[in-house]
T-cell receptor
Framework: AQSVTQLGSHVSVSEGALVLLRCNYS??????LFWYVQYPNQGLQLLLK??????LVKGINGFEAEFKKSETSFHLTKPSAHMSDAAEYFC????????????FGQGTRLTINP | EPEVTQTPSHQVTQMGQEVILRCVPI?????FYWYRQILGQKVEFLVS????????KSEIFDDQFSVERPDGSNFTLKIRSTKLEDSAMYFC????????????FGPGTRLTVT
């Protein structure tokens, strides 16, 4: 069965600092990996995805993530945090074929300090 | 930009009552999903729907739950006899299919069972 672990339920960084949100996954087959962001009282918005090909993927709002198979990780980074990045971030995994249901991590709440 | 819509945004119901949550997926998408998020917990998969039938369901999706695509645009989740523990945010998602793997989420319906 697939699973996702997000290290750190809360991360706080200063505006302009590096953002690093950690995600490790478990999957018996090559995974599809996703990061979603949830702003207060809103739904889940896709930030970026990895399916095949280049392991460094770029998403919206300056975020990027790198798929590292040997480490079973898909950490999310942004070089310089902005106040508008404050939100909850979810890492998710699915498998090729079938229903491709998403299995989510617990989420990481990102706070940006001025 | 096309988006998934959900109605109502908030539903309050009494224990034992039936509720129907409605979703309009993105036009031309082929795969449809329901997820739920109990307050403070991770987003959990409930059910996936393709070609007018359930393709996968979780243990949560018991006989009290049903889904339907009554016409070419709506996708509904019915809870026959609500329990207090059904209180959660319910998200609908859709996916185009083919080589498109990402799911697009609606804003959610907050269900409160009293």
């Amino acid at each position: 069965a697939q699973s996702v672990t997000q290290l750190g339920s809360h991360v706080s960084v200063s505006e302009g600092a590096l953002v690093l949100l950690r995600c490790n996954y478990s999957s018996s087959v090559p995974p599809y990996l996703f990061w979603y962001v949830q702003y207060p009282n809103q739904g889940l918005q896709l930030l970026l995805k990895y399916t095949t090909g280049a392991t460094l993927v770029k998403g919206i709002n300056g975020f990027e993530a790198e798929f590292k198979k040997s480490e079973t990780s898909f950490h999310l980074t942004k070089p310089s945090a902005h106040m508008s990045d404050a939100a909850e971030y979810f890492c998710a995994v699915s498998e090729a074929g079938g229903a491709q249901k998403l299995v989510f991590g617990q989420g990481t709440r990102l706070t940006i300090n001025p | 930009e096309p988006e998934v819509t959900q109605t109502p945004s908030h539903q309050v119901t009494q224990m034992g009552q039936e509720v129907i949550l409605r979703c309009v997926p993105i036009s031309n998408h082929l795969y449809f999903y329901w997820y739920r998020q109990i307050l403070g917990q991770k987003v959990e998969f409930l059910v996936s729907f393709y070609n007018n039938e359930i393709s996968e369901k979780s243990e949560i999706f018991d006989d009290q739950f049903s889904v339907e695509r009554p016409d070419g645009s709506n996708f509904t989740l019915k809870i026959r006899s609500t329990k207090l523990e059904d209180s959660a945010m319910y998200f609908c998602a859709s996916r185009a299919g083919g080589t498109t793997y990402e799911q697009y989420f609606g804003p959610g319906t907050r269900l409160t069972v009293t």
